[in-house]
């Protein structure tokens, strides 16, 4: 019996509570105040998210079909290591990779619809650099089996937003684009375009001709 009049005490107390709560809430202009604060921050939340979005778009290029977008340099350094020169336009950067094949993988954004008829124009970014050994204990124990050749400014990756969604983008398509496996040579020069069928690889040098005629 005690118990039910405890309870009964508690809710009456609860019940007491509720009814100052409800008339502080009503009574008061502290709400429209805090609402207002409240919209405030989350406007200027996604007015920063915009902001970091827009940020990562500037890690992206105008894509032009026919226009070489990249021209790869190898040179040897070691047993079956190779200083690659990665020149992207204005852009020239060296990196190291191992293996006998190359791999050339890009992130491509393409406008839809209504923004591709007012003109804007498709994008890229250079994303990996990776290579291979032909023989498959080699490929096991590889040390560097890609370099990373594009990153997302302060983590935030909208092109992977896109691409991970499972609903169709009305203005954007974000595409991954990959020049398969082609030999490594000693000077050889590679450059890289998109055609309507994809990205293309094309030797630019005489070791490039010679190790693709064994290729």
Not at 86 to 105: A, N
Request: with cysteine.
């Amino acid at each position: 019996m005690q118990y039910i009049g405890l309870a009964v005490v508690v809710a009456l107390l609860a019940l007491l509570s509720g009814l100052v709560a409800v008339r502080l809430l009503v009574g008061g202009h502290w709400l429209l105040g805090w609402l207002r604060g409240t919209l405030g921050m989350l406007v200027l939340s996604l007015a920063g998210l915009v902001g970091l979005v827009a940020w990562d778009v500037t890690t992206y290029q105008p894509l032009n079909d026919g226009t070489p977008l990249a021209s790869l340099t190898f040179q040897a350094d070691g047993h079956q290591r190779y200083r690659v020169q990665v020149q992207e336009r204005q852009s020239t950067r060296f990196v190291t990779l191992e293996g006998d094949l190359w791999q050339l993988d890009l992130r491509a954004l393409h406008w839809k619809g209504l923004a591709a008829l007012i003109g804007l124009e498709p994008g890229y970014r250079l994303e990996r650099l990776s290579g291979r050994y032909l023989a498959v204990e080699q490929q096991d124990q590889a040390r560097r089996p890609y370099v990373q050749l594009g990153n997302s400014r302060a983590g935030v990756d909208f092109w992977a937003w896109l691409h991970r969604c499972e609903c169709t983008p009305l203005m954007l398509d974000a595409q991954l684009r990959r020049v398969s496996y082609l030999p490594i040579a000693d000077n050889a020069v590679y450059t890289v375009e998109m055609t309507p069928a994809g990205l293309l690889a094309k030797p630019a040098s005489v070791a490039a001709e010679q190790a693709m005629k064994g290729w």
